[in-house]
C-alpha cells in the first residue's frame, strides 16, 4: 500500500530538488562555458531509482519506499509547523500503474546496478542519488508534474520490461 502523501512530504521532495539544483547552478553558473548538465546526472538517476521503487506493491522495495515517504511526510510537517504554523494534510495523489513482470524485472535490475557501482561513485555522487531517491519517492504520486511524469515513465518501463524476456 502506497502512504499517503502530505504537504511536508511535498516540501521534501520539492526541497531535495531545489537545494541540488540552485547548488548545481552556483557552481557551474561561474564557467564562461555554460551549464554542465552532466553533473545532475547522479540527481536524475536517483529520481528513476525513488520512482520505480515506489511503484513496488510489496516486497522489500515496496516497503522501503514506503517508509522513505512516510518519513518526509513526517520530516516535513514538522518543518512546515515549526517554520509557517501551517497543518498539512493529506493530498490528492496519482495512483501508479503497477508494474508487470517485465517491469519489474527492470526495477530490480536498475537497483543491481546501483549496487554494483555504488563504492565506486564519488561520496558527493552518493548523495545525489539518494537524495534523488527520496525526492523521487515522494514526489512520484503527487498531483502534480512529479506523479505526470510516474505516469508516463512505468508504461514505458513496463514495455521495454515485457519487451525483453518476451512476453506480452
Do not use: H
Request: hydrophobic share 50%.
Amino acid at each position: 500500500m502506497i502512504t499517503p502523501l502530505t504537504a511536508g512530504g511535498i516540501l521534501v521532495g520539492l526541497a531535495i530538488l531545489a537545494w541540488y539544483g540552485v547548488r548545481w547552478w552556483q557552481v557551474n553558473g561561474k564557467k564562461k562555458t555554460g551549464k554542465d548538465y552532466k553533473a545532475l546526472a547522479p540527481l536524475a538517476y536517483g529520481l528513476l531509482l525513488g520512482v520505480l521503487g515506489a511503484a513496488c506493491g510489496g516486497g522489500i522495495l515496496g516497503w522501503v519506499f514506503s517508509r522513505v515517504r512516510a518519513a518526509s511526510n513526517a520530516t516535513g510537517e514538522k518543518v512546515l509547523g515549526s517554520t509557517t504554523g501551517a497543518n498539512g494534510a493529506n493530498l490528492a495523489t496519482t495512483t501508479l500503474p503497477p508494474l508487470n513482470f517485465g517491469g519489474a524485472i527492470l526495477v530490480v535490475i536498475a537497483f543491481v546496478i546501483a549496487a554494483a557501482l555504488w563504492k565506486k561513485i564519488d561520496k558527493s555522487d552518493q548523495k545525489m542519488i539518494g537524495a534523488g531517491a527520496v525526492s523521487g519517492a515522494t514526489l512520484c504520486s503527487s498531483g502534480g508534474i512529479g506523479g505526470t511524469g510516474a505516469l508516463a515513465l512505468l508504461p514505458l518501463v513496463n514495455s521495454v520490461g515485457n519487451s525483453l524476456i518476451g512476453s506480452v
